[in-house]
């Protein structure tokens, strides 16, 4: 390509030499940012399958597309920098500095993240769907927390301990704490049964 490129600014005058060195560069940014474009239109299309095959909620998608929009078009950025001829130290200084405040900032939120990977797993493994009767587990022999789960979402699953929506008690617990526990599920009618009140005794 290099040689291409010089066998055409030296065949060319000097008046369009001049405009070729301003017009293949920019040329080269246009196609990154146009592959970066076709990249992220892929990315949104494997999205909306795995939205549509694992049930996942919308807000799980949108985090996993800006997470992907930020590496590409970071990536995009630094190469159309170095097209334009931008110094490769400048570039690098710029990269491990962006790469520190992530580390930083990655293990400075690690068990918000977490949640939010215990929350994609939920999903894609079925663990348990809202309307499930749930336990989390002490250890064998000792009862846990339970309830109906009512809502998943990034980082906490409510369960539903007593009563109902409007007038009972809920159980806001961190998704990654269904990981970390052995997790009882009821199925069919037994699932009624086990949220069901205690009977009263009467005097």
């Given at each position: 390509?290099?040689k291409?490129?010089?066998?055409?600014?030296?065949?060319?005058?000097?008046?369009?030499?001049?405009?070729?060195?301003?017009?293949?560069?920019?040329a080269?940014?246009?196609?990154?940012?146009?592959?970066?474009?076709?990249?992220?239109?892929?990315?949104?299309?494997?999205?909306?399958?795995?939205?549509?095959?694992?049930?996942?909620?919308?807000?799980?998608?949108?985090?996993?597309?800006?997470?992907?929009?930020?590496?590409v078009?970071?990536?995009?950025?630094?190469?159309?920098l170095?097209?334009?001829?931008?110094?490769?130290?400048?570039?690098?200084?710029?990269?491990?500095?962006?790469?520190?405040?992530?580390?930083?900032?990655?293990?400075?939120?690690?068990?918000?993240?977490?949640?939010?990977?215990?929350?994609?797993?939920?999903?894609?493994?079925?663990?348990?769907?809202?309307?499930?009767?749930?336990?989390?587990?002490?250890?064998?022999?000792?009862p846990?927390?339970?309830?109906?789960?009512?809502?998943?979402?990034?980082?906490?699953?409510?369960?539903?301990?007593?009563?109902?929506?409007?007038?009972?008690?809920?159980?806001?617990?961190?998704?990654?704490?269904?990981?970390?526990?052995?997790?009882?599920?009821?199925?069919?009618?037994?699932?009624?049964?086990?949220?069901?009140?205690?009977?009263?005794?009467?005097?």
């Open positions: 390509m290099n291409l490129f010089q066998t055409l600014h030296d065949f060319l005058p000097d008046w369009a030499s001049d405009w070729l060195d301003i017009l293949v560069p920019l080269e940014v246009a196609l990154i940012g146009l592959g970066a474009w076709l990249v992220m239109r892929v990315a949104h299309m494997a999205a909306r399958r795995l939205t549509s095959a694992y049930s996942l909620p919308v807000k799980v998608a949108s985090l996993f597309l800006r997470a992907v929009a930020s590496v078009y970071g990536c995009a950025l630094l190469w159309a170095a097209r334009l001829g931008v110094s490769g130290s400048v570039l690098w200084g710029a990269f491990t500095g962006f790469a520190t405040v992530g580390a930083v900032a990655f293990f400075a939120a690690w068990s918000v993240l977490s949640n939010l990977f215990c929350a994609l797993l939920i999903y894609i493994t079925r663990a348990f769907r809202i309307g499930d009767v749930v336990e989390l587990l002490e250890s064998g022999d000792k846990g927390v339970k309830g109906r789960v009512v809502e998943i979402n990034l980082v906490y699953t409510t369960l539903l301990e007593s009563g109902d929506v409007d007038s009972g008690t809920s159980l806001q617990l961190p998704n990654s704490l269904f990981f970390q526990r052995t997790l009882r599920r009821w199925h069919g009618p037994s699932a009624h049964e086990a949220i069901a009140p205690a009977p009263q005794n009467r005097v």
